[in-house]
């Protein structure tokens, strides 16, 4: 492995005191794909799309009209407000391919997520939105891998955490964003 391939995570963790729900994913796309600077930037995946169709019926509540951009201030007060902290489960690694698709993504370093647990006494749940990530958490874990759109238990340091497996939200991923939607509505089902 070259070092010059190696790329770190570009973004901080973003661990909101009052958080419930730590959403990781692999890890974000190049640079030049990002429509704003936070977690979930590239235009064409559908992230904000679904919690804007959960949270206020409107695909579009979270995208600056006429542009192609996301409103990256109204994504955090939204995060903040419902209790959203997100990362992602590597934090180096090479693209084997110029592009963020888990299947050419090589994780070098893995981001310390216990370490994440521990800075989010409040959180009771972790929300995968890919392969990659999912299989980082079971090994962490040592714990069984949820379905598309379930729960399993993570027992750490005396906490009980629902582990979910979500879909992709990828267009790459071959479903509609409603019905994206109605799988990630029922972490919001669960953790009001």
Not at 57 to 76: A, C, L, P, S, W
């Amino acid at each position: 492995m070259q070092k010059e391939k190696i790329e770190s995570h570009p973004l901080q963790p973003f661990l909101p005191e009052n958080a419930k729900i730590l959403m990781l994913g692999s890890f974000p796309p190049k640079k030049e794909k990002w429509s704003m600077e936070f977690f979930y930037p590239n235009w064409i995946n559908d992230m904000w799309r679904i919690w804007g169709l959960i949270f206020y019926n409107d695909k579009h509540y979270f995208e600056v009209k006429g542009e192609k951009r996301f409103d990256k201030d109204k994504v955090i007060d939204f995060c903040k407000e419902k209790g959203f902290a997100l990362y992602d489960t590597a934090s180096e690694v090479v693209r084997l391919k110029d592009n963020a698709s888990d299947k050419f993504l090589e994780v070098v370093t893995r981001t310390d997520v216990k370490a994440l647990l521990k800075s989010l006494p409040e959180c009771e749940n972790i929300v995968t939105t890919g392969q990659k990530a999912t299989d980082i958490i079971i090994d962490i874990f040592q714990c069984e891998e949820p379905k598309v759109g379930e729960k399993t238990e993570i027992n750490y340091k005396g906490r009980t955490i629902n582990f979910w497996r979500m879909p992709s939200s990828s267009r790459a991923y071959p479903m509609k964003v409603e019905e994206k939607a109605d799988f990630y509505r029922k972490i919001i089902l669960v953790t009001r």
